[in-house]
């Protein structure tokens, strides 16, 4: 009998990081550890002695000694946890949010642990949800749609300010100095793969989501970067990479520094980078097309694959080998899903309610799910608009904003609290259908993340309103199993892992027993109310009444 | 010097009585009393020994004892407080809710108090709100329609399940032997007079506004009663009376008996009954067109009198000598206002800001309106559809529902608080529009009732939106001292009151020194939200998108 093989995924959280050690053969999660990133999210000044550096609204970064800080306090604990050798440790793998990125000079130091540039916001890590670059995206979109740039259909016809050129511009645009100084502008992802094994290597999904790469046509041509400022034109040859490795291979092993911090042995393989959501799919059992996964949170992230490419409306991308290799990796999402209610929790519920929740030993959610999950579909009598952070999918739109229809004088928290979950189900919808109409199966689906857990009536009606049965990961924390499987890979089945990502999933991924099925009855009801929000739907968010955003016109005049 | 001479009101609301003993040369308010009904609002079981008799839904029923007594308590109590001998009372005015309306036999008695009825709910008193005549009020709409029954004009074109003959066609369709033994079917506003005078004297205010009456034309013809039902035919010749008395004449004088309840001398004069809102006009010192009345409470009624009959969008009636004498009286009005703020403020509140209104020494109202003056008009970023209890003006339609447009996860309380005001207020607008379209004036606004008193931002928002100056009656109690003064028209000049209700009112009321004028850089603001609300407010309300009465039959279907 071998001895039992182990890898470690490390997921790079918004606000920590995350170790999780796994027994390549049953993908049994033996040990996990957390750490909280130092500064988290920087978002009003820099962490930085002297004179405080404000930062401007929209803003976010990241320290990226936080990362460093991570390996070093995660790894070693997981390791004294499950009491393994590091001999045992065969593959390590990572994924991170994206886009979120930095400048770095050649050596692969980042510009804000550079004295003469640390004072400068520009220097430091763009995390994910740093907003400010909404004009840069502008810019790029209209460029774009000017110039007819075909990539832009792989985008649902529209980039995010959140994406890697509009970040990459921004600096260029507000700190020239910056930009000049930076040798290397790089994700997160592929920087902390680099202090791993000393090699940059950049990765496929980041690249084909974030960065308009495909695999067959590469970046957008540099007379496109051209059109948006001539100190642009080569940003990929000056400061990118046009190698871009695909998820599955290996990125390198571990130097020894590397294996100083973390306690594994120096030669360790490690994958290339991945992303949180993508790396879930693997991990959520879904290595084939037809079977979509949600990833259920704060927001939704759909995830799909597909053996050709096609045109979705409003997906967030479809990128070539950028879930699996060898597939178009599909990536759709709603922007508000489990912050709608805790929004809603946190300021419309009554005292009444709390009071309840605490007299019988629930939460408010659970307390409200409890007074809502007798009610048959439309017995409350409302409708919503999911809108309350913006529409992701399909229709691309942050200025849209949240509609509540059918209150009366009789209407309960719990009747509005259903209704936004029954909203959210139906946005969800929607996406599949997006997909649908394009030739892209859906045939059922996989929920994994928070939501799945917490709330049963949540995941009845998303059955009910998409029709589909939903089965459920068995992992609580599928970025993390994703990564490690993503390290069996990278280390190979000689060394005790597995040759592809299919293999590994098939042996260290599986489904809880429990299954929600779609009801009939509550199917016919369904089908009706889902046709009125799809009415609100298009008559809001396609131009039929653009009050939305006149109101958020008004409101920014006014504040 | 002449002696003090002084007038009693008796304002009958839904829950209690109250009487109001006036000065007739000042029109100071001496002394007041309530009396709360025994049996309030019967909805339940007719309260009555033996076996219970249960109610169906939506019906509401009131105790005609209860309306001595209120003149038995309250009448023997204000001149007790007040100190004044009955020789210095000259007269008494009652003014009722409407159509709240009872089967008496010749010599008045209510059939509930007699023994071979009693145990049947249609021999009870009808309350306004008793709402189990829908399917009368519809049959009489269609047939009106269909006969093209020039009279629907003057009531927005549809009359509602609360009037007349919608409760009288009920109690023919479900208790045809009630309708046979009942001699007479009557506003209990004339009854209490008929208890009062020993005379059976209807008054032109609910005869018009509530039976389809006009001086002009009658009631409707018999052949249009005749094709409700056969037996209907003769309703008006069989149980009612063609003769109508104007509002501003002497019904009659105090009997014997009625005397001797009240304390009162026998003799003294006794005014035409009249009704809450109508009464409310005078005495919120308005006897001239121009100058709408608004009497704010968990509702609105739109009271306005004009020199002509014009037809206007979805009022509720417009009636000659309906309000004062010799002019046109308009009513319209807002189903829901002061309720959709309880409403919000009993389900959407979080236990922080009922502490934080606890510690501060506010009501929770009070706290939110705290909270939302000091924003300008438009930056909360929402709209709302006041129709949580339906539109009575201009839609006419019970079946709309309540809409909020614009939420974020930024959205707080008090922005949704004040959203719900705007919208009352531009649903306020669109009545005054209406008007104003059809030739009649509205110039100015005068305010009386609950609202004014409690809400400084709800009166500069309906200034705002409305773009009218809006003054407020001084009188808190306006039912009861409008009933007063018609009491004062009574007994006339010589006997020391006025010969007209106009001179009544220039002596008898006045308005507070504080007005709310439009301030015009919020009006700027309102005006372009205003425009966004009727928007929706046609989109939803007049066919563009019938989505809140599909949300209701599917809630009903569910139920």
Same mark, same amino acid.
């Given at each position: 009998?071998?001895?039992?093989?182990?890898?470690?995924?490390?997921?790079?959280?918004?606000?920590?990081?995350?170790?999780?050690?796994?027994?390549?053969?049953?993908?049994?999660?033996?040990?996990?550890?957390?750490?909280?990133?130092?500064?988290?999210?920087?978002?009003?000044?820099?962490?930085?002695?002297?004179?405080?550096?404000?930062?401007?609204?929209?803003?976010?970064?990241?320290?990226?000694?936080?990362?460093?800080?991570?390996?070093?306090?995660?790894?070693?604990?997981?390791?004294?946890?499950?009491?393994?050798?590091?001999?045992?440790?065969?593959?390590?793998?990572?994924?991170?949010?994206?886009?979120?990125?930095?400048?770095?000079?050649?050596?692969?130091?980042?510009?804000?642990?550079?004295?003469?540039?640390?004072?400068?916001?520009?220097?430091?890590?763009?995390?994910?949800?740093?907003?400010?670059?909404?004009?840069?995206?502008?810019?790029?979109?209209?460029?774009?749609?000017?110039?007819?740039?075909?990539?832009?259909?792989?985008?649902?016809?529209?980039?995010?300010?959140?994406?890697?050129?509009?970040?990459?511009?921004?600096?260029?645009?507000?700190?020239?100095?910056?930009?000049?100084?930076?040798?290397?502008?790089?994700?997160?992802?592929?920087?902390?793969?680099?202090?791993?094994?000393?090699?940059?290597?950049?990765?496929?999904?980041?690249?084909?989501?974030?960065?308009?790469?495909?695999?067959?046509?590469?970046?957008?041509?540099?007379?496109?970067?051209?059109?948006?400022?001539?100190?642009?034109?080569?940003?990929?040859?000056?400061?990118?990479?046009?190698?871009?490795?695909?998820?599955?291979?290996?990125?390198?092993?571990?130097?020894?520094?590397?294996?100083?911090?973390? *306690? =594994?042995?120096? @030669?360790?393989?490690? !994958?290339?980078?991945?992303? /949180?959501?993508?790396?879930?799919?693997?991990? #959520? %059992?879904?290595?084939?097309?037809?079977?979509?996964?949600?990833?259920?949170?704060?927001?939704?992230?759909?995830?799909?694959?597909?053996?050709?490419?096609?045109?979705?409306?409003?997906?967030?991308?479809?990128?070539?080998?950028?879930?699996?290799?060898?597939?178009?990796?599909?990536?759709?999402?709603?922007?508000?899903?489990?912050?709608?209610?805790?929004?809603?929790?946190?300021?419309?519920?009554?005292?009444?309610?709390?009071?309840?929740?605490?007299?019988?030993?629930?939460?408010?959610?659970?307390?409200?799910?409890?007074?809502?999950?007798?009610?048959?579909?439309?017995?409350?009598?409302?409708?919503?608009?999911?809108?309350?952070?913006?529409?992701?999918?399909?229709?691309?739109?942050?200025?849209?904003? *949240? =509609?509540?229809? @059918?209150?009366?004088? !009789?209407?309960?928290?719990? /009747?509005?609290?259903?209704?936004?979950?029954? #909203? %959210?189900?139906?946005?969800?919808?929607?996406?599949?259908?997006?997909?649908?109409?394009?030739?892209?199966?859906?045939?059922?689906?996989?929920?994994?993340?928070?939501?799945?857990?917490?709330?049963?009536?949540?995941?009845?009606?998303?059955?009910?309103?998409?029709?589909?049965?939903?089965?459920?990961?068995?992992?609580?924390?599928?970025?993390?199993?994703?990564?490690?499987?993503?390290?069996?890979?990278?280390?190979?089945?000689?060394?005790?892992?597995?040759?592809?990502?299919?293999?590994?999933?098939?042996?260290?991924?599986?489904?809880?027993?429990?299954?929600?099925?779609?009801?009939?009855?509550?199917?016919?009801?369904?089908?009706?109310?889902?046709?009125?929000?799809?009415?609100?739907?298009?008559?809001? *968010?396609?131009?039929?009444?653009?009050?939305?955003?006149?109101?958020?016109?008004?409101?920014?005049?006014?504040?």
């Amino acid at each position: 009998m071998s001895k039992c093989k182990y890898v470690i995924g490390v997921d790079f959280g918004t606000e920590s990081g995350r170790a999780v050690l796994v027994e390549t053969k049953t993908g049994q999660e033996t040990a996990t550890a957390i750490y909280p990133y130092k500064h988290a999210v920087i978002d009003e000044i820099l962490p930085m002695e002297g004179e405080p550096v404000k930062l401007e609204p929209e803003w976010a970064l990241q320290d990226p000694e936080d990362y460093i800080r991570t390996f070093q306090k995660t790894i070693p604990d997981v390791l004294a946890r499950a009491g393994i050798h590091p001999e045992d440790i065969i593959g390590i793998g990572i994924d991170f949010t994206a886009c979120t990125m930095l400048p770095v000079k050649n050596d692969g130091t980042p510009l804000c642990m550079l004295a003469e540039y640390s004072r400068n916001p520009h220097a430091w890590v763009k995390l994910w949800k740093h907003h400010a670059a909404q004009p840069e995206a502008n810019k790029i979109n209209a460029a774009a749609r000017q110039r007819g740039e075909k990539w832009l259909d792989r985008y649902g016809g529209k980039i995010s300010s959140e994406w890697f050129f509009a970040k990459a511009l921004q600096i260029l645009d507000e700190a020239p100095e910056i930009y000049t100084a930076a040798d290397r502008l790089i994700e997160a992802a592929d920087w902390v793969v680099w202090q791993l094994t000393g090699v940059e290597k950049r990765n496929s999904c980041t690249a084909g989501y974030k960065a308009m790469w495909s695999k067959r046509d590469g970046f957008p041509k540099n007379d496109f970067f051209r059109s948006l400022d001539p100190r642009f034109e080569k940003v990929i040859d000056e400061k990118m990479n046009r190698s871009i490795c695909s998820i599955g291979e290996k990125a390198g092993e571990l130097t020894a520094q590397a294996a100083e911090w973390t *306690g =594994l042995r120096e @030669g360790t393989a490690v !994958a290339v980078a991945n992303v /949180d959501a993508h790396v879930s799919v693997p991990a #959520a %059992t879904v290595t084939e097309p037809g079977r979509m996964v949600m990833i259920m949170g704060t927001s939704i992230c759909h995830m799909l694959l597909g053996d050709e490419e096609q045109a979705v409306e409003g997906m967030c991308g479809v990128v070539e080998d950028g879930i699996t290799p060898g597939l178009f990796g599909y990536e759709a999402g709603q922007s508000g899903v489990g912050d709608i209610f805790a929004w809603f929790v946190n300021n419309c519920i009554p005292e009444e309610y709390k009071n309840e929740a605490i007299d019988s030993g629930m939460g408010v959610h659970q307390l409200l799910e409890h007074k809502a999950a007798s009610q048959k579909p439309g017995q409350h009598g409302l409708l919503a608009l999911d809108w309350w952070n913006g529409n992701r999918s399909v229709l691309v739109d942050v200025d849209l904003s *949240g =509609l509540l229809i @059918g209150a009366t004088l !009789a209407t309960k928290p719990e /009747d509005i609290y259903r209704a936004l979950i029954e #909203a %959210t189900a139906y946005g969800t919808r929607v996406i599949i259908e997006a997909f649908e109409k394009n030739g892209v199966r859906v045939d059922e689906l996989v929920a994994c993340g928070g939501l799945p857990e917490q709330n049963k009536m949540l995941m009845q009606i998303y059955a009910d309103v998409t029709g589909k049965n939903i089965k459920i990961s068995s992992s609580k924390q599928t970025p993390a199993l994703g990564s490690a499987m993503f390290g069996a890979v990278a280390a190979g089945k000689k060394a005790g892992g597995y040759d592809t990502i299919v293999e590994t999933a098939r042996h260290m991924t599986r489904l809880k027993a429990e299954m929600y099925q779609p009801i009939p009855e509550n199917q016919k009801i369904y089908e009706r109310l889902y046709a009125e929000y799809v009415k609100l739907h298009d008559y809001f *968010g396609r131009g039929g009444n653009n009050i939305m955003k006149t109101l958020k016109q008004i409101r920014d005049a006014a504040g």
